[in-house]
């Protein structure tokens, strides 16, 4: 009712249906009354697809015409999702799309449904890049995404006897949302060796020959904005063997299954994501992925930008590169190697358009992820890019050396490479080096760079090199698509649907915050979103829970940092508290249910002991007489986005503990209080900004702050440490085995006891007790609950990721939406 969408993809019900009966008997050679859901869901895939390439063609010949600048986002993961459901809302046809697929026998949640998720990320970054993808054709920003085509993303989880069990997540079978472009390849060369040589004029050139050659074939993927035409182009590339490589002299001699094996090993590049794992290091697949992926897409780039016959020097007013993280760290060596190898500029001439052309996003402080790639391997695999690293090192610290000739130990400290053993090159330091910017992702994280891993370069570099920007999220997804009913709400008090392109419209919600019959309809959307996710805990665990419970939910990547078992040990005391308690007294208690959810990284074994303890500890409390509805505990398998989106609106209470000072950001935590959901947390990452916008008396805040974090842990190593005493009896019930084999959790429990508690725990339990507790008593109060969400909501307007895009677009990439 509210929609006044100025573009849609179609008129009315009987144009859709049309479409989606024309592909089913065409495009799918089926009968229209053999059509099952899976049938249906492709043919109306195909439907929107047609529309959608109307605006996408319209969209890359208009930036083609204009010839303007355009920024590439290159990261290696995009986390998108299902994309049927973004389509219809994008393009303002989901009521229509609703209707047309009722008349021919269809739920639409049904035929959504029937969509695999696209998986090619891991969790917050991977997302983070989906986010801009959609915020940035929202814009109307002439912008592409670059990564890989995996065809298999982050692995399915299993639970299997309270053990995760990793299987592979094959998703390509049918993909309607990839346009194959056969005729756009790159070939892209490995391994070799580099020969000095003379050129014409008489000047020393370096020559890579040698080596192998693998193909790289883009896939395209259109990626729509909202109530515009603005359709941009995510390319992934996809690896096959080159032509030559295909030995067909090894084929007729008869050698078939070296030359099959052949081109399986070039396939290999593309195959699969990998999954973070506890220790980032040397995996010699990783980085040809990434070298393979980065030199396609620089090809590419430069292949345009050529076209428009443009000097040298006007390439960073035409060209911005966002590198996401390190992994595309490599983009900036090899745009260097063309500039100077193939293209024949000076160094200097070539390195001043490299760093005015790239800026670097860096999304975490753990030194354990920070990517280092052994110098040995980088001069096995790409000997060229090893002796340009090595140049680049040498005339930056040659300019260090100059500037502060008193400082006898900075040069050791700022190197890109490391003098380990192996030698190591350090990613981070060429990505700041070899950038214009370098920003963190949220305040208090780019603070902590600045002060810490890339103290030395502030001081080289000056401060304005290192900014913030702090995250965001896309209200088309984590809105309107994910909780229509709140969403339907809103736009009905703000003024239509205009709040989903400027966030900011939300503060008029606060007008209505006393208002008798929005504050029911606002508590009846939040029960139904809670009913809907008991069913679907009943349906896959078998588990009731009672939707008038409070829902408490912590849905993420399982990671010490992250602490789950920091919550799984607090609900192990609530549950200890409610059994020493007389039948009256726990009549008094409030009632709740304990959601988990998230992957551990198949080779993170601590991360998977927690996801064993928190199953255990369901299997005890859900069966106990004694507890009832008063406590549920919950763990929901394979959460990814599609899961996230009917979990987080369903949500009360969600957690975002980490230890201070070690989650970057975070985004999960803008999406749940975005949904009408309070956040118990820890002064980290953006859940300080949140604070700040949201009022301190609408946020659970608890624990040690940042700045305290190195004070404490030097205390656990050198002096007197003694363990928390309602964490000590936590220990004690899971020692004496009422939760399992008890040695199943020493490890646990060690990490805390006996090792230093490095992620403070023990520390912050007392006070993440408390504050339940206050959380439990204002629970209780549920006209005040309802009050405290509603203006939370009303002042989220911030966490928009167009306001993110904005802030890139103006302080990092010096670039203009284009009219449309
Ligand atoms: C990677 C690894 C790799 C192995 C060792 C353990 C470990 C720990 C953390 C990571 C994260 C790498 C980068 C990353 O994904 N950062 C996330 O980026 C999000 C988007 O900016 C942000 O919201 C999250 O806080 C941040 O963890």
Known sequence: A??????????????????????????????????????????SSL??????????????????????????????????????????????????????????????????????????????????????????????YPAWGYGLRYRYGIFKQEIIDGYQ???????????????????????????????????????????????????????????????????????LWSSKAASGEFDFQKFNSGDYESSVADQQRAETISAVL???????????????????????????????????????????????????????????????????????????????IVTSTFGYTNHTVLPEALEKWPVGLIQHLLPRHLQIIYDINLFFLQSVEKRFPEDRDILRRVSIIEESQPKMVRMAYLAVVGSHKVNGVAELHSDLIQTTIFKDFVTIFGEDKFTNVTNGITPRRWLHQANPRLSELIASKTGGYEFLKDLTLLNKLELFVD??????????????????????????????????????????????????QLNIFGVIHRYLTLKAMSPEERKKQQPRVSIFGGKAAPGYWMAKQIIHLINNVGGVVNQDPDIGDLLKVIFLEDYNVSKAEMIIPASDLSEHISTAGTEASGTSNMKFVLNGGLIIGTCDGANIEITREIGQENIFLFGTLSEDVED?????????????????????????????????????????????????????????IDTHKMVDTEYQNQEEWISKCIRSVARMGFFSSDRCINEYAEGIWNIEPLAV
């Not at 920024?71 to 047309?100: C, P, T």
């Not at 076209?307 to 590169?321: C, H, L, M």
């Not at 829970?545 to 990547?557: C, E, G, T």
Request: aromatic share 12%; hydrophobic share 35%; with cysteine.
């Open 47 to 140: 439907a929107f697809r047609d529309r959608l390439v109307q605006g996408w063609n319209k969209t890359q010949q208009r930036q083609t015409f204009t010839d303007s600048k355009r920024i590439y986002y290159l990261s290696l993961e995009f986390l998108m999702g299902r994309a049927l459901d973004n389509a219809m809302l994008n393009l303002g046809a989901k009521e229509v799309a609703k209707e047309g697929l009722a008349e021919l026998g269809f739920r639409i949640e049904d035929i959504v449904g029937q969509e695999h998720d696209a998986a090619l990320g891991n969790g917050g970054l991977g997302r983070l890049a989906a986010c801009f993808l959609d915020s940035m054709a929202t814009l109307n």
């Open 274 to 352: 990998y999954p973070n794992d506890n220790l980032d290091r040397g995996k010699e697949l990783r980085i040809k992925q990434q070298y393979f992926w980065v030199a396609a897409s620089l090809y590419d780039i430069v292949r345009r930008f050529k076209k428009s016959k443009r000097s040298w020097n006007e390439f960073p007013d035409q060209v911005a590169i966002q590198l996401n993280d390190t992994h595309p760290t490599l983009a900036i060596v090899e745009l260097q190697r063309i500039l100077i190898d193939v293209e024949g500029l000076e160094w200097d001439e070539a390195w001043n």
């Open 2 to 43: 509210w929609t006044k969408h100025e573009f849609s993809g179609f008129q009315n019900k009987e144009e859709f249906e049309r479409e989606v009966v024309r592909h089913v008997e065409t495009t799918l050679a089926r009968s229209i009354y053999n059509c099952d859901e899976s049938a249906a869901y492709s043919a």
């Open 165 to 235: 069990v990793e299987v592979p997540d094959y998703w390509l079978d049918f993909n309607p949302w990839e346009f194959p472009r056969h005729d756009v390849t790159v070939d892209i060369q490995f391994y070799g060796q580099v020969r000095k040589s003379q050129d014409e004029n008489g000047k020393t050139v370096a020559i890579w020959e040698g080596g192998e050659t693998v193909t790289a074939v883009a896939y395209d993927v259109p990626t729509p904005g909202y109530d515009t035409p603005s359709t941009n182009n995510l390319r």
């Open 515 to 564: 208002d008798k019959t929005f504050r029911k309809e606002w508590a009846e959307i939040k029960f139904a979103n809670k009913v809907r996710l008991a069913k679907y805990i009943k349906s896959t665990l078998n588990v009731n829970v009672n939707p008038a419970a409070l829902f408490d939910v912590q849905v993420k990547r399982i990671h010490e940092y992250k602490r789950q």
């Open 712 to 768: 404490l842990r030097h205390m656990h190593t050198y002096g007197e440490h003694p363990i928390d005493p309602n964490l000590a009896k936590v220990f004690d019930a899971i020692q004496g085995g009422m939760f399992g084999e008890p040695n199943d959790f020493n490890a646990m429990i060690s990490a805390v006891r006996d090792h230093g508690d490095y992620y403070l725990v023990s520390d912050d339990f007392q006070s993440y």
